[in-house]
């Protein structure tokens, strides 16, 4: 029986998906969750075979939660597929440096899904083929960590002087990092700076 912990914060998704594993014999769904938080809990305390996460969870994101996955001691034998709406390189990067077992499209069907679960089991990894050609195309993030770490902090609202508070730099410092960021991204604006980080998946 392959043991399954499901991560998902739509509800309706996450319900469908977890009604129709259910008709699988060899398969068993431990827990459907909403949020990367009680994702983690849960999986420490039933030890699943296999995580399906989707990345743009609450509190802890897909990628985060199967990077704690594959630190912890215990856990690190758990499969890890990853399931998202976005084709962004840059999350697909992030999953391949995570060496995840599965990156999958929410629009695939869900037998292939389903046939994913078995074969990761068996020691396979499965990408979903509209996303392979991804890997060849590899697109470098020419952001700095100072940067992603200033862009992340503008996407959550804070201010000039509240980045600076909080990283402990001079507001001119804030500024330049911010006004490098944008013209890196060729943007306009702060907030276009954030929108296409997010959307090239560096942020």
Request: glycine residues 4%.
């Amino acid at each position: 029986m392959i043991r399954v912990v499901i991560a998902e914060d739509q509800k309706m998704l996450r319900g469908a998906l977890t009604a129709l594993l259910k008709f699988e014999t060899d398969i068993e769904v431990l827990a459907e969750v909403s949020d990367g938080q009680k994702a983690w809990e849960v999986i420490q305390r039933k030890q699943p075979d296999v995580c399906i996460l989707d990345i743009e969870m609450p509190i802890i994101n897909g990628l985060e939660l199967a990077d704690k996955i594959k630190k912890d001691r215990i856990l690190h034998h758990c499969k890890i597929i990853i399931v998202t709406t976005f084709a962004r390189p840059g999350y697909l990067q992030k999953a391949m440096d995570l060496q995840v077992d599965g990156y999958l499209l929410k629009d695939e069907p869900i037998d292939y899904l389903i046939e994913s679960i078995r074969k990761v089991m068996n020691g396979e990894r499965v990408i979903s083929i509209d996303l392979a050609a991804s890997l060849f195309m590899k697109e470098e993030n020419p952001l700095s960590e100072r940067e992603i770490e200033v862009l992340r902090l503008t996407k959550d609202g804070l201010t000039t002087s509240e980045i600076s508070n909080t990283l402990f730099l001079t507001k001119g410092t804030v500024r330049n990092y911010l006004s490098s960021a944008i013209q890196k991204l060729e943007a306009e604006s702060r907030q276009q700076a954030v929108n296409t980080a997010v959307e090239k998946g560096w942020l």
